[in-house]
Every structure is written in C-alpha cells, then in structure tokens.
C-alpha cells in the first residue's frame, strides 16, 4: 500500500502537453484499492520559478530547497496538473517505481498550498481524496498497521 508523501519516479511520464519524460512524481493522498492514486509532478528546471521557499499560491508552485528533503537539488512541486492513476497500475507498471518519501509535515504543507492554489479547479473527487474525513484516515492507518501483524 503507497501513502502520502511517498516519491516515484516514473521514466515514461506522458504530460497533460502530450509530450513524455523523467519524472518524479509526489502522492497526495493515500488511496484505498478503489481510489485512485493522486500525484504531481516535480521539476528541477529553475527558468523563471522563484527561489521562495515554501508555497507560492500565485504561481501554484511549491519550492523545495536542495538537501531539506528527499530531493538533493532545487526542486518546484508543480501543483496545476494533477495526475490519477490506479493502485494497480502504480504497482505493476515498470516505469513507476517508489524512490522515497516525504516528510508527514512537508506533505501537509504541500496538500495545504495546492487546495489554496487550486481549489476552484478541483474536482469533487480530487478534494475528497486530498482532504478525506478524518475517519477515514484512522480506518486506512487501523487497517494498514493491522497487515503488519
């Protein structure tokens, strides 16, 4: 089961432009077998992206500095295409692979920056499962804790 917060790399991403790429992508949510699993693409391609940390509502960006997690360059967390896939085709493609994971604060505060940015633009869905009901966290972590007994 992949959670929030976990990082794949995926070789072969095919982009909302239609072009394909390296890409690592950020889980935002932690998806059931029936949910799709939620993600955002990360680019270190600075162009004209500003070096402020944290979240940029405007440009729905989030900047994460070199070294303060996972990512050991300058990274933006592009928050305007949101990319669905299922549980299954996350776990059984080979150009998706689980690289690393964020922390659980960094996460929250990526989660927080991208309904800001783009609530309007979400669907029903995406802010169900980007903002689920607090039982059903504590039902997905009951039943995650339980497999490993």
Same mark, same amino acid.
């Given at each position: 089961?992949?959670?929030?917060?976990?990082?794949?790399?995926?070789?072969?991403?095919v982009f909302? +432009?239609?072009?394909?790429?390296?890409?690592?992508?950020?889980?935002?949510?932690?998806?059931?077998?029936?949910?799709?699993c939620?993600?955002?693409?990360?680019?270190?391609?600075?162009?004209?992206?500003?070096?402020?940390?944290g979240?940029?509502?405007?440009?729905?960006?989030?900047?994460?500095?070199s070294?303060? *997690?996972?990512?050991?360059?300058?990274?933006?967390?592009?928050?305007?295409?949101?990319?669905?896939?299922? $549980?299954g085709?996350? +776990?059984? *493609?080979r150009?998706?692979?689980?690289?690393?994971?964020l922390?659980?604060?960094?996460?929250?505060?990526?989660?927080?920056?991208l309904?800001?940015?783009?609530?309007?633009?979400? *669907?029903k869905?995406?802010?169900?499962?980007?903002q689920? $009901?607090?039982?059903? *966290?504590?039902?997905?972590?009951?039943?995650?804790f339980?497999?490993k007994?």
């Amino acid at each position: 089961m992949h959670t929030r917060g976990n990082i794949f790399h995926h070789k072969d991403l095919v982009f909302k +432009n239609g072009f394909t790429g390296n890409k690592y992508l950020i889980l935002l949510n932690t998806p059931s077998k029936d949910e799709p699993c939620l993600f955002v693409k990360t680019t270190s391609q600075k162009k004209d992206k500003p070096e402020t940390v944290g979240c940029q509502v405007r440009r729905s960006l989030f900047f994460i500095p070199s070294g303060k *997690s996972f990512f050991q360059i300058n990274t933006w967390v592009q928050l305007y295409e949101l990319y669905r896939f299922s $549980p299954g085709h996350v +776990n059984q *493609s080979r150009d998706i692979k689980k690289v690393g994971e964020l922390g659980a604060d960094l996460i929250d505060q990526i989660v927080k920056c991208l309904l800001q940015a783009q609530y309007e633009d979400l *669907s029903k869905i995406e802010k169900d499962l980007l903002q689920p $009901p607090i039982q059903d *966290s504590l039902e997905k972590l009951k039943a995650r804790f339980n497999k490993k007994k």
